[in-house]
Nanobody
Framework: QVQLVESGGGLVQPGGSLRLSCADS????????MAWYRQAPGQTRELVAR???????NYADSVKGRFTISRDNAKNTVYLQMNDLKPEDTAVYYC?????????WGRGTQVTVSS
């Protein structure tokens, strides 16, 4: 059973940093591409960052240079380091796994950037 659990969200001031983590209870994380999505109220869910099984990455233009996605396959964990946070980064952030037979979503973690 694959279960994704996000952690690390919270309230930060503009310019601050957070690191989100996504842990998988199973042992198949290492063979899945992984991604972080986010959704703000009234907005569609958007792709923030993606990392392939080989470690190549893609980022939304809005977060390039500020966010970094990484993975530790041995720990079945994916991370999103978020630096220089802006109010427009406020959203629920979701962990996502591109499974072979189906996709997997975490429940999300709230990130609020406000002074």
């Amino acid at each position: 059973q694959v279960q994704l659990v996000e952690s690390g969200g919270g309230l930060v001031q503009p310019g601050g940093s957070l690191r989100l983590s996504c842990a998988d209870s199973g042992n198949i994380f290492s063979i899945f591409p992984m991604a972080w999505y986010r959704q703000a109220p009234g907005q569609t869910r958007e792709l923030v960052a993606r990392i392939s099984t080989g470690g190549s990455t893609n980022y939304a233009d809005s977060v390039k240079g500020r966010f970094t996605i990484s993975r530790d396959n041995a720990k079945n964990t994916v991370y999103l380091q978020m630096n220089d946070l802006k109010p427009e980064d406020t959203a629920v952030y979701y962990c996502f796994a591109e499974g072979r037979l189906r996709d997997y979503w975490g429940r999300g973690t709230q990130v609020t950037v406000s002074s």
